[in-house]
C-alpha cells in the first residue's frame, strides 16, 4: 500500500451526488469571500471521506459474526428485536455500535444467511446513542437466517443529523460475511440481536471496524467479555 492509498479511499457511489453539491457550493463560497470558500473546501473534503468505502478483510472461518458497521459499542444487552421482522418475541443479546459523522457508514453483513424479511419503519430522529433510540428512531430491519437455520437481526437506526436509510438487499438474497447491504446518512447505529446462547465477545466502549472486528463465535463457549478501558 502506498501513501496515496492510505489517504484517497474509493467513494461509494451513493456519495456521487452529494460531493459535487458540496464542491460546487465551495466554488461559490471562494467567489464571495475566501475565508468562506475554505470551510466549504474542508466540508467538500469530510463529504468525500463521510461515504468512503474502503476494502475490508473478514475473517473466513464459518460461525463468526463479524461488525456490521464502524464506530464504537455503545449498548450491550438484552432486548426483543423490532416487531416488524416477524420474529420470536423473546429477548435476545443486542449490541450497539454507534456511528459518528467520522466513521465510514458503509453497513455489511455480520453474516453469511439468507434475507428472510427487510421491514422499514419510520419514526423519530433522536440521538442514536440513547437507548431509545432502538425503539422510537427511524429504522430499517433485516431478518437473516444463518445455515444453521438460527435467526439474526440486525437493524439500521437513523439519528440526529441522519435523514436517509439505505438498503441494498431484498427478501430471498443470500448475503456473505462482510457483504455490503446498506448505508445511512449522517450519523446513526446499527444494532445486531444474537441467537440465544450466543455472547458476544465485545465490550461496550471498544472500537469496531465493518466486516473486521469478530462480535461472536457461534462456536466459541468463553463466557461474556468485559473490558478495561485504560
Not at 459499542?73 to 428485536?81: D, F, G, K
Not at 418475541?89 to 453497513?107: D, G, I, K, L
Not at 437506526?157 to 438487499?169: D, E, H, K, Y
Not at 440465544?196 to 471496524?209: A, D
Request: glycine share 10%.
Amino acid at each position: 500500500m502506498t501513501m496515496l492509498d492510505t489517504f484517497l479511499k474509493p467513494m461509494h457511489p451513493e456519495g456521487y451526488k452529494f460531493v459535487p453539491v458540496f464542491a460546487a457550493a465551495t466554488l461559490i463560497l471562494f467567489w464571495l469571500w475566501a475565508p468562506l470558500g475554505w470551510i466549504g473546501a474542508g466540508l467538500t473534503i469530510w463529504c468525500y471521506y463521510f461515504f468512503r468505502d474502503p476494502k475490508r478483510t473478514t475473517p473466513a472461518r464459518e460461525g463468526l459474526i463479524v461488525s456490521p458497521a464502524d464506530g464504537v459499542v455503545s449498548l450491550i444487552e438484552p432486548a426483543v428485536p423490532p416487531a416488524e421482522l416477524g420474529m420470536p418475541e423473546a429477548p435476545m443479546t443486542r449490541v450497539s455500535v454507534f456511528m459518528s459523522v467520522f466513521n465510514c457508514h458503509v453497513n455489511r453483513a455480520p453474516i453469511a444467511g439468507i434475507v428472510r424479511q427487510v421491514a422499514y419503519r419510520p419514526g423519530k430522529f433522536l440521538n442514536a446513542s440513547l437507548d431509545k433510540a432502538s425503539s422510537d428512531n427511524e429504522r430499517n430491519g433485516i431478518c437473516l437466517e444463518m445455515t444453521d437455520g438460527r435467526l439474526l437481526a440486525v437493524v439500521q437506526i437513523a439519528g440526529l443529523v441522519a435523514r436517509r436509510i439505505v438498503c441494498f438487499v431484498d427478501k430471498g438474497v443470500a448475503m456473505e460475511t462482510g457483504e455490503r447491504f446498506g448505508l445511512i446518512r449522517f450519523g446513526s447505529r446499527l444494532d445486531v440481536y444474537l441467537p440465544e446462547g450466543v455472547h458476544p465477545l465485545v465490550s461496550v466502549g471498544q472500537t469496531m471496524i465493518a466486516g473486521e472486528t469478530v462480535l461472536a463465535d457461534l462456536q466459541a463457549l468463553e463466557e461474556p467479555r468485559t473490558g478495561r478501558r485504560g
